[in-house]
């Protein structure tokens, strides 16, 4: 020892120190106790002042962080999710080495050794920030960031610091160091709303977290730093340099060689399309939304990652908002053109109006151009006798007059047709900022050929069931869910018109009545008091009166005095009550004008009531969702339906038979080119306000409505068989291509009968006017009630609004 103190002490003898040094040493080291006395002590105090206001950590254990609730397609694909934090759980074992190791590499290299703090982490970070003269290095190990993230708020002070780094230590003596680093990469913030390396994966990659090469993963754990800062969607050089940064500590730290290295950093950043939140099924997932947050309200809708398993079927979706939108513009055209309600100055400078344009048209990339069938703002810059010349940003194109020739004035006709414009100029002005469609590509660098478009005005909602399950197939709630998100499938309830009349005429089969039954078509008032102006004369839509009319011939041709002399035969608590049986939940009119429909419901409850007729008579309630599971796939809720039998399979079977007819000779006839089996009706109030249609074949049952929210007139012969058809058919060839085509089962409780077409009644031997029908093998007695008879409906109450027409 003193040869030691010799060696390295000038001055001194191998005897030992001088008495000098040992007063120095005993000096050095009595500072040495007392500076760790006064460390230990000041560590204690520090502690014991803190220690009462920190959260318990073992509280952690059971922790369950904010979680995304995922909503499936029927065949489990991902539609949509709700979430406050976007936050996918994963266990450690499912990320990649790659992305652990470069999280580590650039937020906490020596992780693995430090015990919650990182004594020489915050020596260099202190280092570092006085040579820079402002914080450039911060010396937070991934222990301390998990814990200001779970347990603390993101002020910088120094107490909040102390609190840090105490409930750092506590993690560390509580979790093993993988359990901290899962927790870590499951719950730190990834910019653009996403938390976790899931979900981060799926933000900036449009992939899964195992599916991530080294460069992706370098960009990932180069990110929790400053998630905005480095986004590689905002600042793509800056996030570069990050992600290079990250790949070359990964080097340092012996994770990937040289060659892996080199090879990384001469790769491209490159990243995926930032999502924009849209989904596939935007009324439908609303719809959604709103059952669970009824069900378990919105802390268990936005933070539990419920998975909900729905009845959507993706591609009968995406059909059915395609027939909507096309047919809706198709229709709008028939109301003329609405002049647009901005215009631009074209005279300013070139460069700002195609910049402006193009952020209109959401063109964010410099090589963004037109496709064939995009909607696009465009400003019309030159008007000739046969076309219009228009600026699209950065692109030419031309609207040819036979492109544009339906954009008459509204509501204007010509030798009672509508007109059609004879120049552009008629319709247009320089300036005007129109929405175009493109036809084409343009062809030898000329201009991209154009359609003049607008925004229909008129709404829609479409809905469809697949008969024997309930289950909802496909949901559109109104043209464009961006514009309005108001569900015109279930919120809306307007009047069906004559689509309620198969209800009316279901009550009348159970009662006893049958398609040859007949009632005369005549006139007839219902009154109430003497008062002339609280009479209330039923017609029918062709202001014409029919004599003797069967059931079957009343309902194809949707004679109204029929239908509101059989309901006062059956009654109106008997059809009431049929309605309700059938799912019709809305209040409805107990009067005689319930025949014609002047109650508002649903979309969703008329046609879930066919859906009845549909299934044989049984009644499976229409549901969106097939099961939900927590986040540890428990199973909380499976759809079993109850199911019921409002009417019987006889019943079912006889107004199937009806309204094939009214597709094969009514008012429904155009339905007949879908080219197989179906039935259905449509419906149409006063002044052409709501237009319907609701049809099955064995496989589905959609209904469409046709109508504006304000409840002005859709136009002059706006009928159910103009408007909603077309929406209808277009949906329903598309969803049975490829199909079988299936006739409709014939319930054991019918018969055919030769039946005499004058009386209704079964034909004798001797008759040669006969005619096979359908009716009930064994029918019930006809029930008649006290309604019964040619009243002036002295007794009767009037409809609250007036009756729909058709």
């Not at 911060?138 to 609190?163: A, D, H, M, V």
Request: negative net charge; contains cysteine; glycine residues 8%.
């Amino acid at each position: 020892m003193n040869k030691w103190i010799a060696k390295f002490w000038p001055g001194t003898s191998n005897k030992g120190p001088s008495p000098r040094l040992k007063k120095w040493l005993l000096a050095a080291f009595a500072l040495f106790v007392g500076c760790v006395l006064v460390g230990f002590i000041g560590a204690s105090l520090l502690y014991f002042r803190f220690a009462d206001e920190l959260p318990d950590v073992r509280q952690f254990v059971s922790y369950q962080p904010s979680t995304v609730t995922q909503v499936y397609a029927d065949n489990d694909e991902l539609i949509a999710d709700f979430y406050i934090e976007r936050r996918i759980l994963l266990p450690l074992s499912e990320i990649p080495l790659r992305l652990r190791q470069a999280t580590l590499a650039v937020e906490d290299s020596n992780f693995y050794n430090h015990f919650g703090i990182d004594p020489k982490a915050i020596f260099r970070a202190m280092i570092t920030n006085l040579r820079a003269g402002y914080v450039v290095e911060g010396g937070s190990t991934i222990t301390q960031q998990l814990s200001k993230r779970i347990f603390l708020t993101p002020e910088k002070t120094l107490n909040r610091k102390i609190k840090e780094a105490i409930l750092a230590i506590r993690m560390e003596i509580l979790f093993s160091k993988d359990e901290i680093l899962e927790m870590y990469l499951n719950q730190i913030y990834y910019g653009h709303g996403s938390y976790g390396v899931e979900a981060a994966a799926q933000a900036y990659f449009n992939k899964h977290v195992k599916d991530l090469t080294l460069e992706e993963c370098a960009m990932l754990a180069a990110l929790p730093k400053a998630p905005n800062g480095y986004s590689p969607f905002k600042n793509p050089e800056k996030a570069l340099n990050r992600r290079n940064h990250a790949i070359r500590r990964m080097a340092q730290m012996e994770y990937i060689d040289e060659m892996e290295k080199e090879a990384a950093l001469a790769t491209d950043l490159e990243v995926g399309e930032l999502p924009d939140g849209s989904n596939p099924a935007p009324h439908f997932v609303e719809h959604i939304r709103r059952q669970l947050l009824d069900t378990y309200g919105s802390n268990q809708l936005y933070r539990s990652g419920l998975k909900v398993y729905t009845t959507l079927n993706l591609e009968h979706q995406a059909r059915a908002i395609r027939a909507v939108q096309e047919n809706l513009r198709h229709a709008d055209k028939r109301y003329g053109y609405r002049k647009p309600d901005r215009s631009v100055d074209i005279g300013q400078d070139p460069l700002a109006l195609r910049q402006a344009l193009r952020k209109m048209n959401s063109w964010r990339d410099e090589d963004a151009r037109p496709t064939e069938g995009d909607f696009l703002k465009a400003a019309v810059i030159d008007l000739d006798d046969d076309r219009a010349t228009v600026e699209l940003g950065g692109f030419t194109g031309v609207i040819e007059l036979k492109d544009m020739d339906w954009a008459r004035p509204p509501n204007i006709k010509v030798d009672g047709k509508w007109a059609r414009i004879r120049r552009p100029s008629e319709a247009l002005s320089r300036g005007d900022l129109i929405l175009v469609r493109v036809l084409g590509p343009a062809s030898d660098g000329g201009p991209w050929p154009l359609a003049l478009e607008q925004k229909p005005e008129v709404e829609a909602g479409l809905i469809s069931i697949e008969p024997g399950t309930g289950h909802i197939k496909a949901m559109v709630g109104g043209y464009d869910y961006a514009d309005s998100q108001f569900n015109r499938a279930v919120q809306a309830a307007r009047q069906p018109g004559s689509s309620f009349k198969p209800i009316i005429y279901a009550a009348a089969i159970a009662a006893g009545y049958t398609p040859a039954s007949i009632i005369v078509d005549s006139p007839i008032i219902f009154k109430e008091k003497e008062e002339a102006f609280d009479q209330w004369k039923p017609v029918n839509f062709e202001e014409k009166f029919y004599g003797p009319t069967s059931l079957r011939t009343a309902l194809t041709h949707s004679r109204n005095i029929v239908t509101v002399k059989l309901l006062q035969e059956i009654g109106i608590r008997t059809a009431v009550q049929t309605a309700r049986d059938l799912g019709i939940t809305s209040p409805l009119a107990e009067n005689l004008s319930m025949a014609l429909g002047s109650s508002g419901m649903s979309l969703l409850e008329i046609t879930g009531a066919y859906s009845v007729f549909a299934s044989g008579g049984e009644r499976i309630p229409p549901t969106a969702i097939r099961s939900i599971q927590n986040r540890h796939g428990e199973t909380l809720f499976t759809h079993n339906p109850e199911v019921t039998r409002p009417i019987t399979s006889g019943v079912a079977s006889t107004i199937t038979s009806l309204l094939e007819s009214v597709v094969e000779e009514g008012t429904g006839e155009p339905v007949k080119a879908l080219g197989r089996p179906v039935a259905g009706k449509t419906g149409t109030t006063n002044d052409y306000v709501d237009a319907w249609f609701i049809g099955y074949t064995p496989q589905l049952v959609t209904g469409v409505w046709v109508g504006r929210d304000d409840h002005a007139p859709l136009g002059i012969n706006e009928t159910g068989s103009r408007a909603a058809i077309p929406i209808w058919l277009q949906f329903m060839q598309e969803a049975h291509a490829g199909q079988p085509i299936l006739n409709f089962p014939v319930s054991s409780e019918v018969v055919y009968l030769k039946v005499s077409p004058k009386t209704g009644e079964p034909a004798d031997f001797l008759d040669t006017d006969t005619r096979f029908e359908i009716t009930l093998d064994t029918p019930p007695a006809k029930e008649v009630t006290e309604e019964t008879g040619e009243k002036t409906g002295d007794d009767m109450e009037l409809e609250p609004e007036p009756a729909p027409r058709l």
